[in-house]
C-alpha cells in the first residue's frame, strides 16, 4: 500500500471516530453495533423468557425519551425504557384484525392495487397495526391499515383525533383505502400516505382539514405503485417511500415533484433523524440521496426510530426489534 492510501485510511478512521459520517461510509467501518433488546420478559416461574411479539410493524420515541412497540399481537402498543425494560401497554385503541394481502396479478384490475385485505377468521390479531409515530406535541398517531383509519391519541392512547371511517374505505377527503403511514410538517400539517389500496398522499392542517392530494398509479415521476412511508424535512420537503417502484420521491409541501432517488430497494420505512438525514431502512441517507452510513447486517426493517441517545431501533415483521447503538 502506498503512503498517501495508508494517510487517506488513517484518516477516514480518524473521521470515522470522529463521528464523521462520510468518512465512517469511506472507510467501510461500521458506525452502529447491535446490541441485545429488549430485556427479558419474566415467566410465572421467575425465570427469564424472550418477548413473544407478534409481526413488529413499527417503533417509536415518545417525549419522554421512552420506546413503543407496535406489533400485531396481544397488547399491540407497548412501552418499554431505552435500555429494554417493559415500562405498560397501551390498551386505549383497538386495532383491527384485517390482514394486508397481496393480489397476483392476474387478479388485479386494469392499473389497480396490487393489494387488498382479508378479514374475519383468515385474518389475525391486531394485523391492522401498520404505523405509530410521536408528533412534537408528544401526541401518539397510529395508523391502522386494515380499519382504513389514522388515530391522533395522548400519551396514553386515548384517541383525541381520528382521520378517515372506520371500517369504511373510499378515496375521497374523508375516508382512506389501507392507509400506510403519517408525518408531519413543522407547520403542523399532516401527511397521510394512503398506499395499499390506493396510491396518493393525503394533506391535512393541524385541525385534521383536508387540504389537498396527489399521486396516482404508475411508475412516472408523482405516480406510485406502493406509497408505504413518509417523513418531512425541516425545510418542508416530503419523502416517500415508493416501495414497489424501489424508490423515493421528493415533494414540495404542495406536491410538486422535486426529485427521485432511484434503485433504493423496497423500501419499508423512513425516519427523519434531525440534523441527520434520513433513515431509509437500514441506511442513513444525506438529503440529496447519497449514502452516509449503512447499519450492520441486511437490516432493512418495517418501522424505524432514533432514541435521544442516538441509539437506532428498528422494527421487523419477523417479531423482533433490533436495537443499534453508536460505536464509540
Known amino acids: 500500500m502506498s503512503k498517501l492510501a495508508i494517510l487517506q485510511l488513517e484518516f477516514a478512521t480518524l473521521g470515522c471516530l470522529l463521528g464523521i459520517l462520510s468518512a465512517c461510509a469511506a472507510s467501510g467501518q461500521e458506525s452502529y453495533r447491535q446490541v441485545e433488546w429488549p430485556q427479558p420478559a419474566t415467566t410465572a416461574a421467575g425465570t427469564p423468557s424472550p418477548w413473544h411479539f407478534g409481526e413488529v410493524a413499527a417503533v417509536a420515541t415518545t417525549a419522554q425519551g421512552t420506546i413503543l412497540v407496535f406489533h400485531r399481537g396481544a397488547s399491540p402498543v407497548m412501552e418499554f425504557d431505552v435500555a429494554g425494560k417493559f415500562l405498560r ?47 412534537k406535541q408528544g401526541s401518539i398517531w397510529i395508523v391502522d391499515a386494515a380499519a382504513h383509519v389514522v388515530y391522533k391519541t395522548d400519551s396514553d ?97 404542495n406536491g410538486r415533484f422535486l426529485d427521485q432517488w432511484q434503485g433504493v430497494g423496497g423500501v419499508s420505512t423512513l425516519y427523519m433523524s434531525a440534523g441527520r438525514g434520513l433513515w431509509a431502512g437500514g441506511v442513513l441517507r444525506s438529503l440529496d440521496g447519497t449514502v452516509a452510513v449503512r447499519l ?24 423482533t426489534v433490533q436495537k443499534f447503538v453508536p460505536v464509540p
Open 89 to 135: 401497554s397501551l390498551g386505549a385503541v383497538s386495532i383491527s384484525a384485517g390482514k394486508v394481502t397481496g393480489l397476483a396479478p392476474e387478479n388485479r384490475a386494469p392499473s389497480g392495487s396490487g393489494y387488498t385485505v382479508v378479514y374475519g377468521p383468515a385474518g389475525c390479531h391486531a394485523c391492522g397495526a401498520h404505523s405509530i409515530r410521536v408528533d
Open 157 to 253: 392512547a386515548n384517541v383525541l383525533m381520528q382521520l378517515g371511517e372506520k371500517g369504511v374505505s373510499g378515496t375521497d377527503r374523508s375516508h382512506f383505502n389501507l392507509p400506510t403511514d403519517v408525518a408531519f410538517g413543522s407547520d403542523g400539517a399532516i401527511y397521510v400516505s394512503d398506499g395499499y389500496g390506493s396510491a396518493r398522499i393525503v394533506k391535512f392542517s393541524s385541525e385534521g382539514d383536508f387540504l389537498l392530494e396527489w399521486g396516482t398509479r404508475g411508475v412516472g415521476p408523482g405516480e406510485f405503485g406502493l406509497p408505504h412511508n413518509l417523513a418531512v424535512d425541516a425545510e418542508g420537503r416530503v419523502y416517500v417511500t415508493d416501495r414497489d417502484n424501489q424508490r423515493i420521491q421528493v415533494f414540495d409541501p
Open 296 to 319: 450492520p447486517g441486511n437490516v432493512g426493517g418495517h418501522g424505524t426510530t432514533v432514541a435521544p441517545d442516538g441509539s437506532v431501533f428498528v422494527a421487523q415483521l419477523s417479531g
